[in-house]
């Protein structure tokens, strides 16, 4: 048979065929036209779905959540062909859990539409502002908020910041549609959104809090006072190791029978801890899908961010550097496995407070195995990207804490060093593009 023949027999991916799929994969036991949507969600790239839209799948496979369904967004004209491959499976994904023993697969079934892009971004404006949207995500990157990471100050002169200062009403960007439309609820009494960052970033709420108050002061001072007075922005801390789909994830799936143009492959690991601070208390009962509620996220952020992250960067550039593809064949090699364990145990540990009942040796290790799942295909050159972003919040805070208090950080410089030559001697080079 040939391969073409071989892709044609399996059935694409819908609502229709997916009871057909093999009994080993999960499907949903919901009755997806019952769902009604909650959540609006800008940025709907695999990360989102291995994590939010797997928690809200997972409640409405508990028979709850039905009326917190998710409405997939985005702002850019290349977002289009994601939605596109989206509609011609009814928003369904397969989410591939790889675990160093084996893999499960599930098709996710919480996302019940994508709003078409338009450039004045008016369908997506008008979606938020219905009265059934209670809560607007975003997973738009580390630097796509507008804030210098050092001096974390609001680029309000940013030509995509100015352009939508100066037309509120049509803007361009995820924050400047946000606002657009709480000043339509605002106007019709419908009311304020949660406004929640899903970002890999420290106080990823503040961040959008400072975003969305500032944007919306260049253009209407009173909305902006009305935003901050009215709406919530929970910081949270996210955690999902997550490659992008290349063609050999793509051929994976495929041989497990089933044909999805965008399916996404993940470790059998997930955390999401959730500052509890919601518009009027409304929200999906994550926790029963295994979130954590809390009042305060800041040290499960700073964790996270410096040992899952600071030693992934660290690993991303030296890994690369040293000609290693992904961060299991990085730390295979024993001497990068030391020196990511020395970086932990001699640098970011001391640095830390943990947050309660968390014991940071443990923390690590389990980290280290994370790190060591053969299945897991992090490519180096993924994690390197987007550096200037990344690294202030990474290591130059840890790194910042050990100058302070008179300790060594010769790791971590060495991973600065790596950033460096990583970034003058490769950024010229054409990417790997995904497929
Ligand atoms: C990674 C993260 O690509 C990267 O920069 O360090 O995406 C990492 O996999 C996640 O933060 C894990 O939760």
Wanted: charged fraction near 20%.
């Amino acid at each position: 048979m040939t391969e073409k023949m071989q892709i044609s027999a399996v059935p694409s991916l819908s609502n229709k065929t997916v009871s057909k799929l093999p009994s080993d994969v999960k499907i949903p036991i919901y009755d997806r036209n019952n769902l009604a949507a909650g959540i609006v969600h800008i940025g709907l790239g695999n990360f989102h779905r291995a994590h939010q839209a797997w928690y809200l799948h997972r409640l409405m496979q508990q028979g709850q959540a039905h009326d917190w369904a998710i409405i997939g967004a985005g702002v850019k004209e290349f977002d289009e062909g994601q939605r596109l491959k989206l509609l011609a499976q009814d928003f369904l994904t397969t989410l591939v859990e790889l675990s160093p023993v084996g893999r499960t697969v599930e098709v996710v079934g919480s996302m019940i539409d994508y709003v078409p892009i338009e450039a004045d971004n008016g369908p997506l404006i008008a979606q938020m502002a219905k009265p059934e949207i209670k809560i607007v995500t975003l997973t738009v990157t580390e630097g796509g908020y507008y804030i210098d990471p050092v001096s974390k100050s609001f680029d309000s002169s940013h030509p995509d910041i100015a352009y939508d200062a100066a037309h509120p009403e049509a803007p361009k960007t995820a924050f400047g549609a946000m606002v657009a439309a709480l000043r339509l609820r605002r106007d019709s009494g419908v009311g304020p959104f949660t406004c929640q960052s899903c970002d890999n970033l420290q106080g990823n709420g503040a961040t959008l809090r400072q975003v969305i108050v500032a944007l919306a002061g260049l253009s209407d001072p009173k909305l902006s006072k009305w935003i901050a007075a009215n709406c919530s922005f929970p910081n949270s801390m996210v955690d999902c190791i997550v490659p992008a789909t290349t063609s050999k994830e793509l051929a994976l799936v495929h041989d497990l029978g089933i044909s999805d143009e965008v399916p996404v492959t993940h470790e059998d690991f997930r955390q999401w801890v959730i500052e509890d601070n919601f518009v009027n208390g409304e929200r999906p009962d994550l926790a029963a899908a295994g979130a954590q509620m809390v009042d305060d996220v800041t040290s499960f952020e700073r964790m996270k961010l410096r040992c899952l992250n600071g030693t992934h960067s660290s690993l991303a550039y030296l890994g690369y550097l040293a000609g290693y593809e992904t961060i299991f064949d990085t730390v295979s090699n024993p001497d990068f496995a030391r020196y990511c364990q020395r970086l932990w145990s001699a640098e970011i540990i001391p640095s830390l407070n943990p947050p309660e009942g968390t014991n940071l040796p443990d923390y690590a290790q389990a980290l280290f195995e994370r790190y060591s799942n053969p299945a897991i295909r992090h490519l180096t050159w993924q994690i390197a990207m987007d550096g200037s972003q990344k690294l202030p919040q990474r290591i130059m805070e840890t790194v910042t804490y050990l100058l302070k208090n008179g300790k060594s950080f010769k790791g971590l410089a060495l991973a600065i060093a790596a950033w460096i030559q990583y970034a003058v001697s490769y950024t010229h080079l054409t990417l790997p593009t995904k497929a």
